[in-house]
């Protein structure tokens, strides 16, 4: 689906050009957010380019947007501007709405984003168990209800959340700080692939961008912006996603966030946004009750029960895991090799986050 008007593809790709550029700056200024982002293309090269603008109107003059859209289409990305019905109308109140949406994945996600209330999830990149346990949770319950669940693939809560929403069996939709085809975390390849798979990854950046500190706040404003409930899981003071939840604020949106320990420095965030009215969530049925009305939609009550691995020795290690933290434990009780067993518990943390490594052994997360 390509069907963005020349102004806009041209935008796009401007900001794609500067992006290094616009690093600079703020990197000058010490800014976080890009402010920059909503200025006209003139006063966009002249505060951006700056003694290079030149080289700027340059590459504007080269610019073939034919060709650009049929690179596009050849690579099968998704590419819809403002102008289009496709492109999601909850992101037209940002002061500054992509110019483009770049894409990788199911079409027929974008019209989900239309229909249904999509939720982001959010939270710390060092996310602990609890914050681990609850974000799958999260992402699996409403996956499960027909809830389109927004995040970031970044490590920790935002990972956690698509892997969640994909066992589900809901749609998740990835929105990145680089070209929607760059992995970034690299160590995130199968999942941003299962994610295209089932849903969307979408971008403001041009295909083949790398990301830049300012981009992750600016794909912050995005995320608040496709949703109308933004829950925080596990938040540090200060964090990119307080600048998520400040954006929804601004936008109306719904807040939430998921209490935690007041000892924990990871849930300082959360507890403050709680004391200063955000929605407290314990599950995915209060996400759903503060969307639909209470008891509108519910949880499926599959959904409501631990995943268990298909795989037989996985169970069996998963088994033997809530029974002993020891491997060698482990391994007497399930007759395989401590390599086996190691090798089954990495698998389970990775794919279903299902165990967690703790001092002196391993820890059952989800029962």
């Known amino acids: 689906m390509i069907d963005a008007c020349d102004e806009c593809l041209r935008r796009a790709y401007l900001l794609g050009e500067l992006a290094p550029r616009l690093a600079t700056l703020l990197a000058r200024r010490d800014h976080d957010a890009p402010p920059v982002l909503g200025l006209s293309e003139k006063d966009f090269v002249a505060a951006v380019a700056g003694p290079r603008r030149e080289d700027a109107r340059r590459f504007l003059d080269r610019l073939d947007l ?6 596009l289409a050849a690579g099968r990305f998704i590419a819809v501007c403002p102008h289009a019905d496709a492109y999601p109308a909850l992101l037209q109140p940002l002061a500054d709405p992509p110019a483009v949406l770049f894409g990788l994945g199911m079409p027929d996600a974008l019209d989900l984003l239309r229909d249904e209330p999509a939720v982001a999830i959010v939270g710390s990149r060092s996310s602990s168990g609890y914050g681990t346990e609850v974000a799958y949770a999260l992402g699996r319950g409403l996956g499960a209800a027909g809830v389109p669940v927004v995040s970031g693939l970044a490590l920790g809560i935002d990972a956690t959340a698509h892997r969640g929403c994909l066992e589900g ?8 700080a680089c070209g929607p085809d760059v992995v970034y975390p690299r160590r995130h390849r199968q999942l941003h692939e299962s994610v295209r798979a089932a849903g969307l990854v979408l971008a403001e950046l041009p295909p083949g961008t790398r990301p830049f500190r300012w981009s992750f706040p600016a794909r912050n404003r995005i995320m608040a912006g496709l949703t109308r409930m933004t829950v925080v899981v596990e938040a540090a003071q200060p964090s990119g996603s307080l ?4 954006f929804a604020k601004d936008l109306g949106r719904s807040v939430a966030a998921v209490p935690g320990r007041i000892t924990s420095n990871v849930a300082r965030g959360t507890n403050s946004l709680l004391k200063d009215g955000a ?16 008891g509108m939609r519910t949880v499926p009550e599959a959904a409501s029960a631990p995943a268990r691995p298909d795989d037989p020795s996985l169970r069996s290690v998963l088994e033997a895991a809530a029974r002993s933290p020891s491997v060698d434990d482990m391994a007497r009780a399930t007759c395989l090799s401590i390599a086996e067993v190691r090798a089954a518990l990495g698998r389970l943390e990775l794919d279903g986050h299902l165990v967690r490594r703790e001092v002196g052994g391993w820890e059952v997360r989800v029962r």
């Open 243 to 246: 600048i998520t939840s400040e």
């Open 169 to 176: 069996g809901g749609v998740p939709i990835a929105v990145l």
């Open 66 to 71: 034919d060709a650009a859209r049929e690179q």
């Open 279 to 294: 929605v407290p969530i314990t599950g995915p049925g209060d996400v759903l009750d503060e969307l639909f009305g209470v």
